[in-house]
């Protein structure tokens, strides 16, 4: 079974800084797609930041310029550098695989647990 298993979730005064990391467990030869999503109180999920495995990146209008996602293909993890935090970036953020290809088996999309990142002075 594969699992994803974020860290780096915590509370930072606006302004300040956090990097999150994501790694997938399991014996896996590839991931199309890995990204990072958000949900806040009483709000939907939503996309922050996603990255292809040939490098392609998308991100949410508001966060451009501010966040910054990156994988490490061969190490099966991604990452997402959060700089000048602001309060409405407070949410549960989730780290998403898409199209995983293992030694035995393809999934098509697995979510980590999901890390709480807090801004707030």
């Known amino acids: 079974q594969v699992q994803l298993v974020e860290s780096g979730g915590g509370l930072v005064q606006p302004g300040g800084s956090l990097r999150l990391s994501c790694a997938a467990s399991?014996?896996?030869?590839?991931?199309?797609?890995m990204g990072w999503y958000r949900q806040a109180p009483g709000k939907e999920r939503e996309l922050v930041a996603t990255?292809?495995?040939?490098?392609?990146?998308e991100y949410l209008d508001s966060v451009k310029g501010r966040f910054t996602i990156s994988r490490d293909n061969a190490k099966k993890m991604t990452y997402l550098q959060m700089n000048s935090l602001k309060p409405e970036d407070t949410a549960v953020y989730y780290c998403?695989?898409?199209?995983?290809?293992?030694?035995?088996?393809?999934?098509?999309?697995?979510w980590g647990q999901g890390t709480l990142v807090t801004v707030s002075s």
């Open positions: 990255m292809t495995i040939e490098g392609r990146t």
């Open positions: 399991e014996t896996i030869i590839s991931i199309d797609t």
């Open positions: 998403n695989a898409g199209g995983i290809l293992t030694t035995t088996f393809w999934l098509p999309e697995v």
